[in-house]
């Protein structure tokens, strides 16, 4: 829809991230998007998983990213971007992390605005698909 065709991920090192961007991986292969990089984190990894994951992003051409990931997974991640004012991306999100409010009102995540996220439907909207 949006016309992007080079992506990365970054997802949650587990049922989580591994199923729901394996789901993600077959619907963006059919519509011809290609993956540029894949990077799985957890929140108990070492802080230097989380700057190995930094300079992936860094060094990528890719300026969306999505990222499946649980909030709890995302947060230390977030912390090193924010500490490396790495900005200039479009962040696309689970359910997890994009449904937060307090992330959403952090100032110090404000590189996240803008961000678009998709979440299980709660309710039926008449008119809309």
Do not use: M
Request: with cysteine; proline share 2%.
């Amino acid at each position: 829809y949006f016309g992007w065709t080079w992506i990365g991920i970054i997802r949650s090192r587990g049922d989580y991230g591994n199923n729901g961007i394996t789901a993600f991986e077959e619907a963006a292969k059919q519509e011809g998007v290609c993956i540029e990089y894949s990077e799985a984190i957890l929140s108990t990894d070492p802080k230097e998983q989380f700057l190995k994951t930094l300079d992936v992003i860094k060094k990528g051409t890719a300026r969306v990213v999505v990222a499946f990931v649980a909030l709890g997974d995302f947060i230390p991640l977030l912390k090193v971007i924010a500490q490396h004012n790495i900005t200039g991306l479009q962040w696309v999100g689970s359910e997890s992390w994009i449904t937060s409010r307090t992330l959403a009102e952090t100032k110090e995540y404000s590189f996240l605005s803008g961000a678009l996220g998709f979440a299980i439907a709660n309710a039926k909207l008449i008119g809309l698909r």
